[in-house]
């Protein structure tokens, strides 16, 4: 593409960085300001926790993150939940494909699955963040995505706005096994979302998943509440 063909498409269509939303280059994924940022958050939540996780009495086998949720990392994530910037995304996901790697995950699994949307509000937005990750992930690490194999029933109540308990309830009434009937007896299966924070969203999908017969699951998201 020649440069006044460039900059014609920057302007109908701009390139936004995917963790403040500035206009980039149409070849570029993040603002060089926001790329600076997020390698050093990167490298700092390396020493904040450990590379591979189990987040307490859950159904998960583990969990990996490519980074802290918090500071630019956090905008990012924020961005691509409410926002469709899924430039974070595609920044993030090298990190999180190294991680599950390291943590030797990749080699047990069989599939790729993601934590749904309840209808309406995938409706709303156009889109499903976890879907995302996963087909991202999906294409770093070779393993295929199955969809539908869990699904949301529609609730007014927001996750993040209840208390620890009141979150796992809210799991246990909101997530049920889904339309795809695919026998999942012996598989390792790796969940994916954006962020974990209590945990209770990733552990009842894993429960759902093995109810249906599956051996393990890990989880994969873009970020992690650090304690």
Do not use: W
């Not at 949307?117 to 990750?133: C, H, L, V």
């Not at 962020?195 to 552990?203: K, Q, W």
């Amino acid at each position: 593409m020649n440069k006044v063909a460039s900059r014609l498409l920057s302007i109908v269509y701009p390139n936004r960085c995917g963790f403040c939303g500035a206009v980039i280059q149409h070849d570029k994924l993040v603002c060089a300001r926001c790329s600076g940022r997020v390698d050093r958050e990167i490298e700092r939540s390396k020493r904040q926790f450990p590379l591979y996780l189990s987040v307490g009495e859950v159904n998960f086998s583990g969990c990996v993150a490519a980074g802290s949720y918090d500071g630019t990392i956090r905008d990012g994530v924020l961005r691509l939940k409410y926002h469709y910037g899924e430039n974070a995304a595609k920044y993030l996901i090298p990190e999180l494909r190294d991680n599950l790697f390291r943590a030797g995950i990749v080699s047990e699994c069989d599939m790729i699955t993601f934590v749904p949307m309840a209808r309406a509000r995938k409706n709303r937005y156009g889109y499903n963040q976890a879907e995302i990750i996963a087909n991202l992930l999906s294409k770093e690490i070779g393993l295929p995505v199955t969809k539908n194999l869990i699904k949301k029933k529609h609730t007014r109540k927001a996750q993040h706005e209840q208390s620890l308990e009141q979150r796992k309830i809210l799991a246990s009434k909101v997530y049920k096994s889904g339309r795809n009937r695919m026998d999942l007896t012996g598989k390792t299966i790796l969940l994916c979302d954006d962020i974990i924070t209590s945990g209770s969203t990733l552990s009842e999908c894993a429960r759902v998943l093995k109810n249906r017969g599956a051996e393990k699951v890990y989880c994969a998201v873009l970020a992690q509440l650090a304690d």
